[in-house]
C-alpha cells in the first residue's frame, strides 16, 4: 500500500503559519527571559546599594553611641574602633569590609552598650543602633534572595546557551555576621 501525500498551497500555508507561530513564541519568551534577567541584576545592584546604606547608618549609629558620656570608656573605644573600621573600608564588599562589618557586629554583642545614666537622648540613640541592626538583618537577607532568585534564572540550560545574561558577572550573596543581641 503506497500512502501519497499532495502538498497543495493551503497545506504549505498551514504548516508556514505553524512553524511561523512557533518562531514568534520562542522568541517571545527568549525576550521576556532576557529582560527579567536584566530586571534581576537591577535588583541585586539595588538590594546591595540598600544593604551599604544600612551598614553606613548602622556603622555611624553606633559612633554615637559610642561617644555619649554614658558608656564605659572601654566599651565605646571598642564600639568606636570597630564603627570606624567598617566606615574606613574603600571597596565596597571586599573581604576585609565583610570582616570589619562581623566585627562591628561581634562589638556590638559583646558591649551591649551598658548605659549608665538612662536619658531621654541615649535611649533614642540606641533605639535607633537596634533598628539598624535590624534593617542590615533584613537588607542582606532582601539582597541574598535577590541573587538567588537571579543565579537561577542565570542556571537555566537556554540562557546559559544563549548566552541571555550578556557580558553581566554572575551575582555573589553576601555574607557576614549580623545576628544583633537580643536586648541592647
Do not use: C
Not at 110 to 126: I, R
Not at 129 to 157: D, I, P, S
Request: no cysteine; hydrophobic share 50%; proline share 3%.
Amino acid at each position: 500500500m503506497n500512502i501519497e501525500i499532495a502538498w497543495g498551497v493551503q497545506e504549505w500555508v498551514i504548516l508556514g503559519a505553524i512553524v511561523l507561530a512557533a518562531l514568534l513564541a520562542l522568541g517571545w519568551y527568549l525576550s521576556y527571559t532576557a529582560v527579567r534577567l536584566d530586571r534581576l541584576h537591577h535588583r541585586v545592584i539595588g538590594t546591595a546599594a540598600a544593604l551599604d546604606a544600612q551598614l553606613v547608618r548602622r556603622a555611624e549609629a553606633a559612633l554615637e553611641v559610642a561617644y555619649i558620656a554614658g558608656i564605659d570608656p572601654a566599651s565605646a573605644t571598642l564600639m568606636a574602633a570597630s564603627a570606624g573600621a567598617a566606615l574606613d573600608q574603600e571597596e565596597t564588599w571586599s573581604q576585609d569590609r565583610l570582616d570589619a562589618e562581623s566585627q562591628l557586629t561581634e562589638v556590638l554583642r559583646a558591649t551591649h552598650a551598658p548605659v549608665v545614666g538612662q536619658q531621654v537622648e541615649v535611649d533614642e540613640l540606641l533605639d535607633r543602633m537596634r533598628g539598624t541592626g535590624e534593617r542590615v538583618k533584613l537588607a542582606r537577607r532582601f539582597h541574598n534572595e535577590a541573587v538567588q532568585e537571579a543565579r537561577a534564572v542565570r542556571g537555566q540550560r537556554l540562557v546559559r546557551f544563549l548566552h541571555l545574561a550578556g557580558t553581566a558577572k554572575v551575582p555573589l550573596p553576601i555574607g557576614f555576621d549580623d545576628d544583633w543581641p537580643e536586648t541592647l
